[in-house]
């Protein structure tokens, strides 16, 4: 469902931003005129998951560089619909077979190669094919004819958040394992608090618990999928990761209301200080040090067979199936993933992701500390990965048995044998 639906207007912000801009006149090519072979103003609609109205950091940078874009490209103005991404996944093949799909629209990495295979994206322009100093290699954001369909708007992996002031009430140090997180959790719970923040909710497309098992496969060195893109990862290696839930579970550090907490619950959880611990995604650094400063990160603990490193992912941006504004469509999306918008994207805490955007004299000031350890982090702790079109139904069946594995007392194999099956229904 597009929960709201609007047209960022100039204000002053955006006005500086013309003034300071120039403004060098479109040409009527289309492609740096945004006007597709026209003269006249364009308008794009734009799907985004983040509503500018709110006042968060990750927020205010989206609206302050789509003011900063119009501002620089007069002729081009967004029109922007806020739409969760359960809605966008729902909803995007939906408009692509009817001609009414977004011209661009954001897409969470894992999700790409499924919007690809029912049809949502439009080919990328060769301006966009062309563009070689992403940090992580782009081609994996494919169709499955194995053409590239989208490019990478920011980059996150997954890191371990705790709550200092948790842990020392209870005399624990940040685990650097597995088995002692499961140690300070179970002193945290005994404690009056959630030892470990996860989830098993299916209504946000099991977002917390399908990340943190990405993360963790990456981890342990173990491939999700076989060569035919059937769930293929049951075994030694991944049997950790439920034993770790199960341990986890029979410690009572797990919320009591587990089978139905969302990464939303989870990470408000930390916020305001009932959650001691929980695996999420980096993008959370900046907010949380604004909104409290007692929750410290780490990277992720280390797995008795693997290491420490993780998966590299993000948001990625696209154009939507049929868009007659091609080149007015890449024009906006190279502005937002180019080094005009590096600094606010930054200053929201998330992670530019192309080499060109750390020649701003901002990346050396104090203020972009924390997103510079945030980007060193993501470059030393994360690969990327290739996804098949299925991951939705990975996430699913992580979702049906850890509900299970909490309620019925599955093992922690039970619980990964149990996923698979779900996934390859």
């Not at 624990?172 to 923040?197: L, R």
Request: include cysteine; aromatic fraction near 10%; hydrophobic fraction near 40%.
């Amino acid at each position: 469902m597009i929960t709201k639906r609007w047209s960022i207007a100039l204000g002053a912000v955006a006005a500086a931003s013309l003034m300071l801009s120039a403004c060098a006149p479109a040409d009527d090519t289309g492609g740096s005129g945004g006007g597709e072979g026209s003269d006249g103003p364009v308008t794009l609609t734009y799907w985004d998951f983040l509503d500018p109205s709110q006042d968060n950091p990750r927020s205010n940078a989206l609206r302050d560089n789509i003011a900063a874009f119009e501002a620089a490209n007069p002729d081009i103005t967004i029109d922007l619909s806020v739409v969760a991404l359960g809605d966008m996944i729902s909803r995007l093949p939906q408009s692509a077979a009817a001609g009414q799909a977004p011209d661009v629209f954001k897409m969470f990495t894992p999700q790409v190669p499924q919007m690809a295979a029912a049809g949502a994206y439009s080919p990328l322009p060769e301006e966009a094919l062309a563009v070689d100093d992403w940090l992580r290699p782009a081609d994996a954001l494919a169709g499955p004819d194995g053409e590239q369909v989208a490019v990478p708007y920011e980059y996150r992996t997954c890191a371990l958040y705790y709550n200092q002031k948790i842990l020392d009430e209870i005399g624990a140090t940040a685990p650097t394992t597995y088995d002692e997180v499961v140690e300070v959790a179970g002193k945290a719970a005994a404690a009056g608090y959630t030892g470990f923040g996860t989830g098993f909710s299916d209504t946000d497309n099991s977002a917390i618990i399908a990340t943190f098992f990405d993360c963790f496969m990456s981890q342990v060195g173990q491939d999700v999928w076989n060569e035919d893109g059937d769930a293929d990862y049951a075994g030694a290696k991944a049997e950790e990761f439920g034993d770790f839930l199960a341990d986890l579970r029979d410690a009572d550090a797990l919320g009591g209301s587990v089978v139905s907490d969302t990464y939303s619950t989870v990470t408000d959880g930390l916020a305001n200080g009932t959650v001691a611990m929980a695996v999420l995604g980096t993008e959370r650094i900046v907010t949380y040090g604004k909104t409290n400063p007692d929750i410290k990160w780490s990277e992720l603990p280390a797995a008795s067979s693997g290491g420490t490193t993780g998966a590299t992912f993000g948001w990625t941006m696209g154009i939507g199936a049929g868009s007659e504004k091609v080149d007015a469509a890449w024009r906006f999306i190279e502005f937002m993933t180019g080094a005009e918008a590096a600094v606010g994207l930054a200053s929201g805490g998330e992670v530019p992701t192309r080499a060109s955007s750390y020649d701003d004299p901002y990346f050396e000031t104090p203020e972009a500390e924390t997103v510079n350890s945030i980007a060193d982090y993501v470059e030393s702790s994360s690969e990327p990965h290739a996804y098949q079109d299925n991951w939705i139904a990975i996430a699913t069946g992580l979702s049906q048995a850890g509900q299970a594995l909490y309620l019925n007392g599955l093992s922690g194999s039970e619980f990964i044998t149990s996923a698979q099956d779900a996934a390859n229904q």
